[in-house]
């Protein structure tokens, strides 16, 4: 009897063990990576419109290259100038889906995004928020807010005339008419090659109506423009730019 129970035991542990050795569980999944947050959103408000510019990703939240990356969420909450914002990463609303690959409400170049918002309305303060998402539409954290107080924006200035000599190309223009509470200008070129492609370059301050580009080539033909800024609680408003002039540098 006890050799029978004995040997009952032993073929028990010899199962146990050959069954535990060929017992495999499923292998857990690795944590997916999700795409850092977005860095910092720049918004500049305008006539008729706000636009936002933001640098995309390149990196997940654990330090791996973002490989998979798919798209942007635009966030926003809107306030009345005057009205507090408490909590306001809570209130947001989504306002625009952006896909990366073939955007069209938005353009991608040079690792930057750069969409407008056109449903604005004067008297408002806006705060957006941007979010990144990959392939399997994991999200990233909002990014920090950035607000706009949507004022009335000032005109933009008149009469721009150019001339050049050997120090460079010499800017003129007039203040736009009444006073306007504008603080500066922002001087804007671009090449004969690419007139719509207009890089800022310098600013001025009010009641300096000029500028001279000492960055300008020999031999090239270039366009310019300039704009006004007002300033409001930190946030400035931005005419639209002024009728083109252009001038080849010789």
């Not at 500049?44 to 933001?54: E, F, G, H, P, S």
């Not at 300039?226 to 408003?237: A, K, P």
């Amino acid at each position: 009897m006890k050799t029978n129970a004995l040997g009952y035991l032993l073929l028990s542990s010899i199962f146990v063990i050959v069954s535990a050795c060929g017992y495999k569980t499923n292998p857990r999944p690795a944590t997916a990576a999700v795409p850092a947050e977005v860095g910092l959103v720049h918004a500049q408000a305008y006539k008729d419109r706000i636009v936002l510019k933001w640098d995309i990703p390149t990196k997940n939240t654990d330090g791996s290259r973002l490989t998979d990356l798919s798209g942007f969420k635009v966030y926003r909450v809107v306030k009345k100038t005057g009205e507090d914002c408490d909590n306001c990463e809570d209130k947001k609303t989504l306002l625009a889906n952006v896909d990366y690959q073939n955007p069209s409400n938005a353009t991608v170049e040079k690792g930057v995004v750069t969409f407008t918002d056109n449903a604005v309305s004067h008297g408002n303060v806006y705060y957006y928020f941007v979010s990144a998402y990959n392939l399997r539409g994991e999200e990233s954290r909002p990014s920090q807010e950035v607000a706009v107080a949507f004022e009335k924006a000032p005109d933009a200035p008149e009469n721009l005339k150019a001339s050049v000599d050997s120090r460079g190309v010499h800017l003129e223009w007039s203040a736009p008419p009444n006073d306007q509470a504008i603080k500066n200008y922002r001087i804007y070129r671009s090449d004969a090659s690419n007139p719509s492609d207009m890089k800022l370059i310098g600013n001025a301050k009010w009641g300096e109506n000029s500028f001279r580009d000492k960055t300008a080539e020999l031999g090239k033909t270039y366009q310019y423009a300039v704009s006004s800024l007002t300033m409001n609680r930190g946030i400035s408003t931005e005419s639209d730019p002024s009728a083109p002039v252009t001038v080849y540098y010789s």
